[in-house]
């Protein structure tokens, strides 16, 4: 990803700035490689129920949707977007101790409901400055985000190996060893002035009334996408529990987490081919019925092996359709409503996934591993949404608009 026409390449770019970048993002990859994964099961090590793991995975999915974009509002106001990657990663270590303290579902839930309240800007700013980054000096998008994709591999499988050891035990001391990296990454973080947009995460509370994004096809796409993302909540709330009770060791446990992940790195290594080759909304449409396909397989008795092919649809069920939306994105909404397009993204998507998750804990105490049925329900609606704005989106697309959609 380069930069797009219409942006000047200026010089004076902060020393470093694509290398301190990649090492800042892999800072926040390693707390959700690790957290993503493996909290759930230090969750279980305290004897919560299905439900009770739910609604703590799900409480701060609800809480980050209206704290981040607070949060990206004050970083685009106070000048230095870094300040507030700061104050994020010192909060969030905070949290992450005092987690050490306790062990009672109430103040489990309220402690990680607080961090996921601190630690939501985190990435989007971070995504923030990279982008920055690659407007103003022309920087790789692609080369700088790698990294933080190998970093949760890293991650993943050390924390495993670590589960493999130690059981439950390791997961806050490898939390809390994260997120001391992400202050080190904050410190880091190259120093870039004043935004000349702002956050995308900030950008949607100012989004006009005569706005690109009101249009009902990149509506019913937008929601759609969010569904087909949010139909991954048992997957990342419950599949570890899962496999661990299959008698997968840690090590599968991280392999198992870290496929779907290259899957994604290898995807979008040949996504340039495939935008060029495939019309975005019907490779939305494959992404999502291949999302339907994967949850319902995903209960059926499997060996490690077939668990393995169905990780890597995940280049098919999240970077497909993530790809083909942003792409539809850039040809459908004007480039001054560009950020909002990001926010309203990022608020669909979290308050699905926060939804889902909730669900998720109720579906999986009653129905167990058969409660993924749901999450085909869930990718189904998003794919029918996506299909209505096939349906709805206009034929001739503006002259400036690339081709493909």
């Known amino acids: 990803m380069n930069a797009p026409s219409g942006f000047t390449v200026t010089a004076g770019a902060p020393p470093y700035f694509a290398a301190r970048i990649a090492l800042v993002f892999c800072a926040p990859m390693m707390v959700n490689g690790i957290a993503l994964p493996f909290f759930p099961v230090w969750l279980e090590t305290l004897s919560m129920s299905d439900f009770q793991i739910g609604m703590v995975l799900a409480v701060p999915l609800f809480v980050r949707v209206f704290t981040a974009p607070v949060a990206g509002i004050i970083a685009d106001r106070i000048g230095e977007r870094s300040i507030v990657l700061l104050w994020s990663a010192l909060l969030s270590l905070a949290t992450a101790l005092a987690l050490f303290a306790t062990g ?71 939390m809390a060893v994260a997120f001391v990296l992400t202050v080190i990454g904050a410190v880091i973080a190259p120093r870039i002035g004043k935004p000349r947009r702002p956050s995308p995460i900030a950008a949607i509370a100012t989004m006009p009334t005569k706005s690109t994004l009101r249009q009902a096809d990149v509506q019913f796409m937008l929601i759609g996408v969010s569904l087909v993302n949010a139909s991954h909540a048992m997957l990342f709330a419950f599949s570890a529990i899962y496999w661990q009770k299959m008698g997968f060791s840690g090590v599968d446990v991280g392999i198992l987490w870290s496929a779907g992940v290259l899957a994604e790195v290898l995807f979008f290594l040949f996504a340039v ?8 909304w019907s490779m939305m449409m494959v992404g999502g019925a291949v999302a339907v396909g994967r949850w319902i397989l995903f209960p059926m008795d499997m060996s490690f092996a077939g668990y393995f092919a169905l990780q890597c649809l995940h280049a098919f069920t999240y970077a497909l359709i993530h790809m083909s939306a942003q792409s539809r994105l850039v040809e459908r909404v004007a480039e001054e409503q560009e950020a909002a397009a990001q926010g309203l993204y990022f608020f669909y998507t979290g308050v699905f996934t926060a939804l889902a998750t909730f669900v998720s804990g109720y579906a999986f105490s009653w129905y167990g591993v058969q409660g993924f049925y749901l999450m085909s329900l869930v990718a189904a609606a998003g794919l029918l949404s996506v299909i209505a704005g096939r349906i709805v989106a206009p034929r001739v697309q503006p002259q400036s608009a690339a081709s493909g959609g």
Do not use: C
């Open 104 to 174: 009672s579902f109430w103040t489990v839930l309220l402690l990680y409901t607080l961090q996921g309240a601190v630690y939501s800007p985190y990435v989007p700013i971070t995504e923030a400055i990279m982008l920055s980054g690659v407007r103003r000096w022309n920087f790789d998008y692609g080369k700088m985000r790698l990294w933080g994709s190998l970093a949760f591999i890293v991650a993943t499988m050390t924390g495993g190996w670590l589960a493999g050891l130690y059981g439950g035990a390791m997961v806050l001391p490898a």
């Open 273 to 280: 081919q495939l935008r060029r080759r495939f019309n975005l």
